[in-house]
């Protein structure tokens, strides 16, 4: 069983930075593919970044470039660097994780944290 907690959300102006946390508990952390979703209101989950277990990464279209997904196996971590951040960046963001490789859909993840909120103003 894995645990996740994200943490680092907030409000920020367009333009700006964020950095998103997820710790995670268990000893199998390193063998985990750990992924960014993030919801909008009245929109569907939508996926953002992924880190397979052996460090290859993946991103949505809307935030390469911008986005970069990291993770600390010996603190447990995943991490969501945000730059340059816009408008249409704010959702609730959760972190997700799966064994070994990622995905891109949000029913192939088998643990969820409770969700950050992130609001970008104008």
């Known amino acids: 069983q894995v645990q996740l907690v994200e943490s680092g959300g907030g409000l920020v102006q367009a333009g700006g930075y964020l950095r998103l946390a997820c710790a995670a508990s268990?000893?199998?952390?390193?063998?985990?593919?750990m992924a960014w979703f993030r919801q909008a209101p009245g929109k569907e989950r939508e996926f953002v970044a992924a880190i397979s277990w052996r460090d290859f990464t993946l991103y949505a279209d809307s935030v390469k470039g911008r986005f970069t997904i990291s993770r600390d196996n010996a603190k447990n971590t995943v991490y969501l660097q945000m730059n340059s951040l816009k408008p249409e960046d704010t959702a609730v963001y959760y972190c997700?994780?799966?064994?070994?490789?990622?995905?891109?859909?949000?029913?192939?993840?088998?643990?969820w944290g409770q969700g950050t909120q992130v609001t970008v103003s104008s």
């Open positions: 268990g000893r199998t952390f390193s063998t985990y593919a």
């Open positions: 997700a994780g799966r064994p070994f490789v990622y995905a891109t859909n949000h029913h192939d993840y088998d643990y």
